[in-house]
């Protein structure tokens, strides 16, 4: 397997807050890759880092062997990097079918609001992309009348309409219904494997982790403290105490600092 993200010695703190203190992380093309920790540990600032929103103080980030460091972040969306966020970023006056459409616009170099309506063939691939997330029905709802995983969904969708290689997404389960949460997992790896997406996600349960990560990266306190398969890292008498006992207990995610629009 080779590394389809290479990220050597990342190091950026805010103020007295070590947010990355050394990440080194090498993520294989085709893996599902799952980050887990405490809030506060500094995830979002890695997915802010390797897109773009936020450039380390120190270390390096490749992407299929080429530096991306420092890069804005729609000159990475063109590498092929895409992201969704734990707050998603939809443009709420619009409605499902017009928000991907602008997403596909924008995989065309037309970033604007009114774009979706200019062009039907811009429509009609934003009508395929949310029949293969099952958001079919809901193409002519407004985007602010989604319930949350239908809103993950669609942020997701919109993060796959710009066609990317690797995928990051912050917490693409948090604020779900319990009842709904596998299904809607089950839906983005279907539709991720099947456009051979390499995918990061973060993930606060541990059920999916389990289920779906093909690796675990443990995050604490900027640095990373364990990387492996779950059935292993999950099992680490030191993760459990330190993490998963901390997500057993429920703090719930706060919205982290430092996330901002799509690029
Ligand atoms: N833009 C920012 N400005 C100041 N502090 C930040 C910013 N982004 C993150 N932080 C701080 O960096 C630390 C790591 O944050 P974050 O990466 O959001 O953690 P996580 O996603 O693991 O909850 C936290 O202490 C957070 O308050
Ligand atoms: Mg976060």
Same mark, same amino acid.
């Given at each position: 397997?080779t590394?389809l993200?290479e990220a050597?010695g990342?190091?950026?703190?805010?103020?007295g807050?070590?947010?990355?203190?050394?990440?080194d992380?090498?993520v294989?093309?085709?893996?599902?890759?799952?980050i887990?920790?405490?809030?506060g540990?500094? /995830?979002t600032?890695?997915?802010n880092? $390797?897109t773009?929103?936020?450039?380390?103080?120190?270390g390096s980030? $490749?992407?299929e062997g080429?530096?991306i #460091?420092?890069?804005?972040p729609r000159?990475?969306?063109?590498?092929g990097i895409?992201?969704s966020?734990?707050?998603?970023?939809?443009f #709420?006056?619009h409605?499902v079918l017009?928000?991907?459409?602008?997403?596909?616009a924008?995989r065309?170099g037309?970033?604007?609001p009114l774009?979706?309506l200019l062009?039907?063939?811009?429509?009609?691939?934003?009508a395929?992309?949310?029949?293969?997330?099952?958001?079919?029905a809901?193409a002519?709802?407004?985007?602010?009348?989604l319930?949350?995983?239908?809103?993950?969904? $669609?942020?997701?969708a919109?993060a796959?309409?710009?066609?990317?290689?690797?995928?990051l997404?912050?917490?693409? #389960?948090?604020?779900v219904?319990?009842a709904?949460k596998?299904?809607?997992?089950e839906?983005?790896?279907?539709?991720?494997?099947e456009a051979r997406v #390499?995918a990061?996600?973060?993930e606060?349960d541990?059920?999916?982790?389990?289920?779906?990560?093909?690796?675990v990266?443990?995050?604490s306190?900027?640095?990373i403290?364990?990387?492996g398969?779950p059935?292993?890292?999950?099992?680490d008498?030191?993760v459990?105490?330190e993490?998963i006992?901390i997500? /057993?207990a429920?703090?719930?995610?706060?919205?982290?600092a430092?996330?901002?629009?799509h690029a």
């Open positions: 397997m590394a993200l050597r990342l190091r950026l703190a805010f103020g807050v070590r947010a990355a203190d050394g990440i992380l090498d294989m093309q085709g893996e599902f890759l799952a887990i920790g405490p809030n540990a500094g /995830k600032t890695f997915i880092m $390797a773009g929103y936020l450039r380390p103080q120190a980030i $490749a992407y080429r530096p #460091t420092g890069l804005s000159a990475i969306v063109r590498r895409a992201r966020f734990q707050l998603p970023q939809l #709420t006056e409605t017009e928000n991907a459409a602008l997403a596909v924008a065309e037309i970033w604007s774009a979706p062009r039907p063939r811009w429509r009609e691939e934003a395929a992309l949310l029949g293969s997330f099952g958001l079919a809901l002519d709802i407004r985007a602010d009348a319930n949350e995983g239908a809103r993950k969904l $669609a942020d997701i919109m796959v309409a710009l066609r990317p290689r690797l995928l997404m912050d917490e693409p #389960t948090s604020g219904a319990a709904e596998m299904g809607i997992v839906t983005l790896v279907r539709v991720l494997r #390499t990061v996600f973060v606060h541990m059920e999916v982790v389990e289920r779906f990560a093909d690796r990266a443990v995050w306190q900027g640095r403290a364990a990387l398969p059935a292993r890292v999950l099992a008498p030191a459990q105490r993490v006992g997500e /057993k429920g703090a719930p995610p706060v919205p982290a430092g996330e901002g629009g």
